[in-house]
């Protein structure tokens, strides 16, 4: 069924324990390029001769670091972009007192950035980055933003990779502990910006066991004929508007 932003709103606000599930839609409005969509990455010339998705894989990275870490830079890092207005409603809620929890698909960071604390990464983050032989840490801003090639760690020449999760790993288990445990005590789940296509992260709707699940998005999602209230919209013109209600209440 559709929901008008007003019948949402009134549902955030009388929910105790708020699960937000986001993909790579939430964070398009910061001009992060998504996926899976008409123009997404995965539907560009990667310039390489390779596919997008066999480049962002463990077999290309380890086979071929130099060109996983020339499309990585190109396309996977955006450390100019700002939170838009779902990270920062989702923010203003936690800091109001709202129980939060945020899973999200993303390696951006954005909701980090925004304020939010109770933050489930998924797929990891691009800020956060590790040698493969020591396992010292590094900043993204240490050494993978320097467009030299593969990034050394000064130690032991290691390479240095991004801790995010490439197809063929396997997700963090604890994430996923934390994920399933969260969406089993939730009154109230959003899911936007995701096509709920990439398992095992698209399962775990099926942990929430209530009635209260919020799908945004601009076309209609089948959740295995399972009933949603549903909005069809732009996901930052829907949290702009829920702002603004959290403003004027």
Known sequence: MTTSIQAFHEAIQAAERLVFFGGAGVSTASGIPDFRSAQGLFHQDTGLHYAAEEIISHDFFVQYPDLFFQYYRQHLIHPQAKANPAHQYLATLEEQGKNVTIITQNIDGLHQA???????ELHGSVWRNYCCQCGQSYDLADLVL???????CPRDGGIVRPDVVLYQESLDQQNLILATAALAKADLV???GTSLMVYPAAGLIDYYPGSNLYLINKTPLDLNGRPIHFIQAPIETVFSQLQEKLGSS
Not at 114 to 120: C, E, L, N, T
């Open 114 to 120: 925004a304020g939010s604390r109770s933050v489930i």
């Open 146 to 152: 320097d467009d030299q090639g593969i990034p050394r």
């Open 190 to 192: 959003i899911v936007a």
